[in-house]
């Protein structure tokens, strides 16, 4: 199994760009989500997913948005970019409701 | 949620067993001890949680004492690549869709494994 894979590893955006960081899982779980974390503030939740077809907002949800139309894939939408996401982005899944997660390596993102 | 305290840094001697305190002294009858891991760079790492009994894995064991207010995660072996923050959180088991449960991760204990 390759767990979870993120792509890209690295990314440079332009302030008002936006890109979609994605995010896949082969272990079969029904939960997925998103954290980003900055220095000092730890991981905060950006969205998550129950199963496929099911999202939620968690912490920090602004600026983000998210779609689960299959089970592996869970991808990340910035919509237009600005030097505050700058940040590394974790995509994390489980298979149950418990928060034993497996994290992506991450996608360390800069918005200049 | 109940808040932890753990020391922020701890050396240990490469082949010795590494034991890591937390303290979660507010914690609440339905809320699992979870122990994650972060090596410099990589994603958080799952490592072990428990309730009340103890537990142990292939990777660690988990102590918690008989009131629940502290915890200790016990690496039996520690190799120079368990060199990592290792952070203890304290959740009620599991979210749900409609609660924006999350992990919070606190500042941690940075774990030097020296050779």
């Known amino acids: 199994n390759a767990g979870v894979t993120q792509t890209p590893k690295f990314q440079v955006l332009k302030t008002g760009q936006s890109m979609t960081l994605q995010c896949a899982q082969d272990?079969?779980?029904?939960?997925m989500s998103w954290y980003r974390q900055d220095p000092g503030m730890g991981l905060r939740l950006i969205h998550y997913?129950?199963?496929?077809?099911?999202?939620d907002q968690g912490e920090v949800p602004n600026g983000y948005n998210v779609s689960r139309s299959t089970t592996e894939d869970f991808p990340l939408r910035l919509l237009s970019a600005a030097p505050s996401q700058t940040s590394v982005y974790f995509c994390?899944?489980?298979?149950?409701?418990?928060?034993?997660?497996?994290f992506g390596p991450g996608t360390r993102l800069t918005v200049t | 949620d109940a808040k932890t305290t753990q020391p922020p840094s701890m050396d240990c001697a490469e082949g010795r067993a590494a034991n890591l305190p937390c303290n979660h002294s507010?914690?609440?009858?339905?809320?699992?001890v979870y122990w994650y891991r972060q090596i410099h760079s990589q994603g958080p790492q799952y490592i072990i949680h428990?309730?009340?009994n103890n537990e142990t894995n292939e990777m660690a064991s988990l102590i918690i004492t008989e009131d629940r207010k502290s915890s200790t995660l016990i690496l039996p072996h520690a190799t120079l690549r368990d060199t990592a923050v290792y952070y203890c959180?304290?959740?009620?088991?599991?979210?749900?869709?409609?609660?924006?449960?999350?992990?919070?991760f606190g500042s941690g204990t940075q774990l030097t494994v020296l050779p």
């Open positions: 997913s129950v199963g496929a077809g099911i999202t």
């Open positions: 507010t914690i609440s009858g339905n809320e699992y």
């Open positions: 994390a899944s489980s298979y149950n409701s418990g928060y034993e997660q497996y």
């Open positions: 272990m079969n779980h029904e939960y």
């Open positions: 428990g309730l009340k």
């Open positions: 959180i304290v959740r009620v088991g599991g979210f749900s869709s409609g609660s924006a449960r999350q992990l919070t």
